[in-house]
């Protein structure tokens, strides 16, 4: 299948950007960027439906799409400037990636699942993007090789401080991932202070699944 993809009917895409609205995603380019982010392409079929719904939903490889309200959230957290390149660990489906594309100059994702990756690169393709640019690996590695990056952003959890990645940013960046070993992790953002170390802020509790370390051979 060829060209571009076609936005999903709006009928609920109103409901959606409003609830963000209520809940607190306020930066107008972020908020642009979920509402010209077709997220019905990066649904599976069986949940077509429940596309605009501000709701978490079940992906290939035991992977999720992310809830649009937390999308927003990191998003918003991360600060991101025109110019920046940012890290995404954890490309999934690709909807955050595509969110991230559309706020950054350039957007390097790394996914450790063979099948979502190969997947969410033909929707990047569908939709023309040309600022984002995939790896098949171990996110909890970064991307030695193109850092420091301006931004990070991890959506899976790690259990503790992800220091590799840490290391990768710029002495002046920010860094948003979920921490925590049990099904409840907190949401926090690390922001450099320009001298090595950060300053961490808690913004919530979320609910991802966990960051694995290596490539899974099989999917």
Known sequence: MSGKAKIAPTTDLPLLMQALRDQGITDPQVLAAIEKTPRDLFTPDL????????SALPIACGQTISQPYIVGLMTQALTIEPRSRVLEIGTG??????VLSHVSRLVYTIE????????????FARLGLTNVITKFGDGGEGWAEQAPFDRIMVTAAAEDDPKRLLSQL???G????????GPVQSLRR???DG???FKVEVLCD???????????RDQ
């Open 47 to 54: 949940f077509k439906a429940r596309s605009w719904e501000d």
């Open 93 to 98: 489906s690709g909807y955050q990636t595509t």
């Open 112 to 123: 450790r699942y063979r099948t979502l990756m190969k997947e969410a690169e033909a929707r």
């Open 170 to 172: 710029k002495p002046n």
């Open 174 to 181: 920010v860094l948003v991932a979920p921490i925590g070993k």
């Open 190 to 192: 690390y922001a450099g």
């Open 195 to 197: 001298k090595g170390g």
């Open 206 to 216: 979320v609910r991802f699944v966990p960051l694995l370390d290596g490539v899974a």
